[in-house]
């Protein structure tokens, strides 16, 4: 068995077993507790309804915080929306889910996948510099540095892969499939889980403030 | 001559600030000393954070990715730019309990991490009493949208369990607890006190009446310092001529339970209100300029709203209420005048309209800040952080924010309804020398009503 079948075969499938077992023991872990009520008479008779809103609109800072977290914002915006396009719209990844889904869409010209790559390591860059540059606001740990390394590993060995720059490309494909393999098996266990949580989190503080008549 | 329309010549609220503080130094002496062993102290903290996290609690803990967005919006690492003082780091000791107690991977964070200790907890207490006054302003730059402040308030429950409240708020809570006053503040203080007012301006104030339509509050900081305070509340609702009281047994807003984080002594106190309440048969309560109380009562999570035979209002939302009637007879306020929103009654209580509609009222020259309402800068006193002497360096810190937001406007008074924010910047304006007026709402506008008297003494005149 060489890496490369190794990696494709038995790792990467543990790799998604691990993630969707582990999201669902984490999420429910916390999930199952119980909620307080809240007995409270509400201002607004609407403000669970509309507590809901914070989901959506917490997706841009208000115009308050928007000189303070406009280059965070944008550079997670530009990381987000390239990352989405490389793992949805090239072909050989295309190809990946529909053996494991059978679904099939068709793919972006290799062009657009390879900028869309840089685009996303290069945002990724940038805000990890940030993060280096201003610990006293950012108060990293481990798991931070660790996130991120998950994170760049399938991008950095994928744009090599393409490129076939440094070793032969069975081996640079095998790398960048085990790199995806970590990515998947880290997934539940750090804060790459915020992907579910942001949605509870502002829709619980949303209620809790609109409960109040406040909008936040 | 109708004695009650004049201002007394009660002390001053400068005077009042110099006052206290003589006082607030004497509570490090009153304050309890532990009296449990460590490992007991440890563990009641531990046992009191698991008890009170709930689904919305560990949500947020598991929430936080880092962003440090939180930064930009406290006051207080603004202020220092110290690190120590970043918001999300106010989450970690409870983060790192939670996940060694509750969390759905517990077995292993067990593994991984260090057993709290009673050090760790001693370091707490600056983050979550003298550096964090829960006004929420992080919550509203978070892209998570984590209500830091109540994880922080879940925190100072978890250090009364420990004994390590701050000695000035601790000799308060248990003064409170054992005692039930807050400041000497006992029914005989009020009923000298409201004698004071009678004699020197006339004023009558409505002691016990066996039923009323309106149960107003006062506070300790009325009843024993700021006369003006109760005397403009009298003035007001008189003025209004509603049929209200004073409860001598309930008569307090200020909840040093809620404050320090006893949730025991918070419902002791809220019990107490609401049982005199329901036996005066009241329709409304009032609670004072005390921004505090309004949490404790109003927004109570325990208590049903829905099922208790009044409304409860903040005194800047009753004020609101009758100017947008038509009941408040004022006359126009000179100067510019901008308002601050205290974060208990504004961001978390969400008492922005009325005020502004005494405002109206009042035909003011009104400037709004440049961050208002929901985003207000907090002035750096509430949550009890006023009476912490080893907080005064940050507090001070923090308060020329607001020197800057105020500056902006222009205005030559600061209006403001909570008795905490208005000592804070009381004592701020003194040490910086600021040439602002710092007035209370309420005793703004009894000084400006216009009553039969005060028309009758200016048509003679």
Not at chain 2, 175 to 201: D, N
């Amino acid at each position: 068995m060489t890496l490369l079948d190794y990696a494709r075969g038995p790792v990467i499938q543990a790799a998604l077993v691990i993630m969707i077992a582990g999201i669902i023991w984490r999420l429910l872990g916390v999930l199952v507790l119980t909620r307080a009520a809240d007995l409270s008479r509400p201002r607004d008779a609407f403000g669970n309804f509309k507590g809901y809103r914070t989901v959506f609109s917490r997706a841009w800072p208000s115009s308050e915080f928007l000189t303070a977290t406009r280059y965070q914002t944008v550079m997670a915006y530009v990381f987000h929306l390239a990352t989405l396009v490389v793992v949805i719209g090239i072909v050989p990844h295309i190809e990946f889910i529909q053996g494991l889904t059978g679904a099939s869409w068709p793919g972006l010209p290799n062009g657009v996948g390879v900028a869309c790559g840089i685009i996303a390591l290069a945002s990724l860059v940038a805000l990890i510099m940030r993060r280096l540059t201003k610990p006293a606001v950012y108060c990293s740990t481990w798991g931070d540095y660790f996130a991120w390394f998950v994170v760049a590993m399938p991008l950095v060995t994928g744009l090599m892969a393409f490129a076939h720059l440094g070793p032969r490309y069975e081996t640079l494909l095998a790398l960048h499939i085990l790199a995806a393999a970590l990515f998947f098996a880290w997934f539940p266990f750090g804060k790459l889980m915020h992907a579910f949580w942001f949605v509870f989190s502002r829709a619980q503080s949303g209620i809790a403030y609109a409960r109040k008549g406040v909008q936040i | 001559m109708n004695t009650a329309t004049l201002v007394p010549e009660f002390p001053t609220f400068a005077e009042i600030v110099q006052g206290l503080g003589a006082q607030i130094k004497q509570l490090r002496a009153l304050a309890p000393r532990p009296t449990l062993p460590e490992s007991v102290r440890v563990q009641r903290a531990i046992a009191t954070l698991i008890a009170e996290t709930n689904a919305d609690e560990a949500v947020w803990l598991e929430s936080c990715i880092r962003c440090g967005q939180c930064t930009t919006a406290c006051h207080y690492f603004q202020a220092t730019g110290n690190t120590k003082y970043a918001p999300l780091r106010k989450m970690n000791l409870y983060r790192r309990i939670y996940q060694r107690e509750l969390g759905p991977f517990r077995w292993w964070y067990r593994l991984i991490t260090p057993p709290v200790t009673l050090q760790d907890l001693e370091e707490l207490q600056e983050l979550v009493f003298d550096s964090c006054t829960e006004c929420g302003r992080c919550t509203m730059v978070c892209p998570m949208g984590i209500d830091i402040a109540s994880l922080v308030h879940h925190q100072r429950s978890a250090l009364v369990a420990a004994e390590l409240v701050p000695p000035e708020l601790a000799a308060v809570q248990t003064e409170q607890k054992h005692q039930g006053t807050a400041f000497g503040a006992s029914p005989e203080a009020l009923h000298r006190m409201v004698e004071t007012i009678r004699t020197q301006t006339g004023i009558e104030i409505p002691l016990d009446k066996p039923k009323a339509e309106v149960m107003v509050l006062t506070s300790a900081v009325d009843v024993v310092g700021n006369a003006r305070g109760l005397w403009a509340t009298a003035r007001v609702m008189n003025h209004l001529g509603v049929d209200w009281t004073i409860c001598s047994d309930a008569f307090e807003s200020a909840n040093f339970g809620l404050l320090s984080g006893d949730m025991g002594l918070w419902k002791k106190q809220v019990d107490l209100i609401v049982a005199a309440a329901k036996r005066i048969g009241a329709k409304t309560l009032v609670i004072a300029e005390c921004g505090h109380a309004y949490p404790a009562l109003r927004w109570n999570p325990t208590l049903k709203g829905e099922e208790l035979p009044f409304e409860m209002m903040y005194i800047s939302e009753y004020l609101g209420r009758q100017a947008e009637a038509g009941r408040l007879r004022l006359r126009p306020l000179q100067g510019r005048v901008t308002y601050h929103d205290p974060c208990k009654t504004g961001r978390r209580g969400g008492a922005f309209a009325e005020p502004r509609a005494v405002l109206k009222a009042l035909q003011a020259d009104f400037v709004e800040m440049p961050a208002n309402k929901e985003f207000n800068w907090c002035c750096g006193g509430g949550a009890g952080i006023f009476l912490l002497e080893r907080a005064t360096p940050l507090r001070d810190a923090a308060f020329r924010i607001k020197m800057q937001q105020v500056d902006q406007t222009g205005a030559e008074t600061v209006l403001l309804s909570c008795a905490s924010c208005r000592l804070n910047f009381e004592a701020g304006r003194q040490k910086n020398q600021w040439n602002k007026r710092i007035e209370s709402l309420v005793e703004l506008v009894a000084e400006h009503l216009i009553d039969e008297g005060t028309a009758a003494a200016e048509g003679a005149a």
